[in-house]
């Protein structure tokens, strides 16, 4: 039996990290205005909806990824493909292009999920930035946002990297949405967004049912603790990075 462990370590790191680079900015800006620019009076309204949709069930996400998401996605992939394809990650995959079972609408999709956890983090770090020093930059004739890259950031930086890295841990083990979204196939994965494939998480889900056989269970085992390993590492950079955070607020 060919388990393929090595495109399921490519096609979960690929598609972890596709989507936190879009949660990223997206989580930094939320954070920033929430924090430094909203009015207090909607800062928490709006700091409760961002944080809601970590509640939002993964299998939500992921009907929701590829039966409404997908289609209006369509026409962004085929222009990426006809204008980039001579890039290796927007060049034509192992999956239909306007399918929508594929690693970008996949990466989307994961990247909302996260984006709850990040922006939790950030807020909360960028929360504790000492007032005295804001005052202080404000007082010397600095701008909202000349305060925020000369103080806020450099002050959270930690605390952004942890955030980050917890909510790549998230991704790493996300089961349920991606089963929905990508399409497993036989064809080696090739490094493109619009490549299928399976995740060590959805690989091991979708062959809960033969797991009684002690050959295949034994494969699978050695994936879930590949997985454990990736989530392991991520969840210890995040901590790392968390305590370098308090030490720097002390």
């Known amino acids: 039996m060919h388990f393929g462990i090595l495109d399921l370590l490519r096609v979960t790191t690929f598609v972890s990290l596709f989507a936190l680079v879009l949660a990223m900015p997206v989580a930094l800006g939320v954070a920033i205005f929430l924090t430094q620019y909203a009015p207090r009076r909607f800062a928490m309204p709006l700091a409760h909806l961002v944080d809601l949709l970590a509640a939002v069930p993964s299998i939500i996400y992921g009907v929701w990824g590829l039966h409404v998401l997908a289609p209006h996605l369509r026409p962004v992939a085929t222009s990426l493909n006809h204008t980039l394809g001579h890039c290796f990650l927007f060049a034509g995959g192992n999956t239909s292009i306007g399918g929508g079972g594929n690693v970008f609408t996949g990466g989307i999709v994961l990247a909302v999920m996260i984006l709850p956890i990040i922006t939790a983090v950030t807020r ?72 299928g494939g399976s995740t060590f998480a959805t690989k091991i889900a979708a062959a809960a049912s033969g797991l009684d056989n002690p050959y295949q269970a034994g494969a699978y085992l050695a994936a879930g603790l590949m997985l454990y390993l990736l989530t392991f590492v991520v969840n210890a950079a995040a901590r790392a990075a968390l305590a370098g955070a308090g030490r720097a607020t002390r």
Do not use: C, K, N
């Open 124 to 195: 909360e770090v960028f929360a504790q930035t000492p007032h005295g020093q804001i005052e202080a930059a404000l007082a010397l004739g600095a701008t909202r946002w000349e305060v925020v890259t000369t103080t806020v950031l450099p002050f959270g930086r930690s605390g952004y990297i942890s955030g980050a890295m917890l909510g790549l841990g998230r991704a790493l083990g996300e089961t349920v949405a991606l089963l929905i979204i990508l399409h497993g196939t036989q064809q080696a994965f090739g490094w493109s967004l619009f490549d």
